[in-house]
């Protein structure tokens, strides 16, 4: 089974930037579509953003597109969140998420079957 770990997580002033960065052990990395959420405590799993396996193809939620850019490099087996302007809304745990399918060439119906451990993004006033 995959593995995921997400690292770049940390505390930042509003405005400020963050980049976090997911790595798979998984050789078949480069096939799966991959995602990043985030959830606050008390709160269900939030969609931030997605990304098919060729990268050419991206999808944000509405409360972070234009701030946040999602990214891979399928050779090191990394996804990456760039994350600008931050605001503290965006406090959370971010969590890094890999699709159950292989090689999805469009962000619909996508079922994320595989969950790192999360990394600590906050955002202080």
């Known amino acids: 089974q995959v593995q995921l770990v997400e690292s770049g997580g940390g505390l930042v002033q509003a405005g400020g930037s963050l980049r976090l960065s997911c790595t798979a052990s998984?050789?078949?990395?480069?096939?799966?579509?991959m995602g990043w959420f985030r959830q606050v405590p008390g709160k269900e799993r939030a969609f931030v953003a997605a990304?098919?396996?060729?990268?050419?193809?991206?999808a944000y939620a509405d409360s972070v597109k234009g701030r946040f850019t999602i990214s891979r490099d399928n050779a090191k087996n990394t996804v990456y969140l760039q994350m600008n302007n931050l605001k503290p809304e965006d406090t959370a745990v971010y969590y890094c998420?890999?699709?159950?399918?292989?090689?999805?060439?469009?962000?619909?119906?996508?079922?994320?079957?595989?969950w790192g451990q999360g990394t600590q993004v906050t955002v202080s006033s």
């Open positions: 990304i098919i396996w060729s990268g050419t193809n991206t």
């Open positions: 998420a890999k699709d159950r399918a292989i090689g999805r060439p469009i962000l619909i119906s996508v079922d994320f079957d595989s």
């Open positions: 998984a050789r078949t990395f480069s096939s799966y579509a």
